[in-house]
């Protein structure tokens, strides 16, 4: 059962992974030594499954962020997925999904010229709903 300070510990290291234990004691009111106690066994209890960076997206030459509904034309989702593998550096999440739709595809594209040829090809394999993201 997690306590409020384990929850301020993990809301503080979501926002800073990288931040030193004497700063993340001090942030939730625990000396290091006891911070860092708190997140060893956040860690092996698996609340604390890995550590991440956030990448700017638009420096890395990416300025069209698109979020893409799939509706499968067919049961048989293998194209679909074939196609988004040899389109992995444009893919950066691929849920398949319950309800309306099958998958829900979260893609960068440098320009609205890609992400147009990438619509294209997708329509080969299934139909779609798109929306833009205009601030994350």
Do not use: W
Request: aromatic content about 8%.
């Amino acid at each position: 059962m997690l306590d409020s300070t384990d929850m301020l510990i993990l809301d503080e290291l979501s926002r800073n992974s990288r931040i030193t234990m004497k700063e993340l004691g001090e942030k939730v009111h625990l000396t290091g030594q006891a911070a860092s106690a708190r997140v060893v066994k956040l860690e092996d209890n698996g609340i604390i499954e890995g550590y991440t960076i956030k990448v700017n997206q638009v420096k890395m030459g990416y300025s069209v962020h698109a979020i893409i509904d799939i509706y499968t034309k067919s049961t048989h989702h293998q194209p679909y997925l074939s196609f988004i593998k040899t389109k992995g550096k444009y893919v950066m999440n691929n849920y398949k999904v319950s309800g309306n739709s099958c998958y829900l595809l979260e893609c960068k594209f440098p320009s609205n010229e890609i992400l147009d040829e990438f619509l294209t090809e997708l329509n080969n394999y299934v139909n779609y709903k798109l929306s833009i993201v205009i601030n994350k």
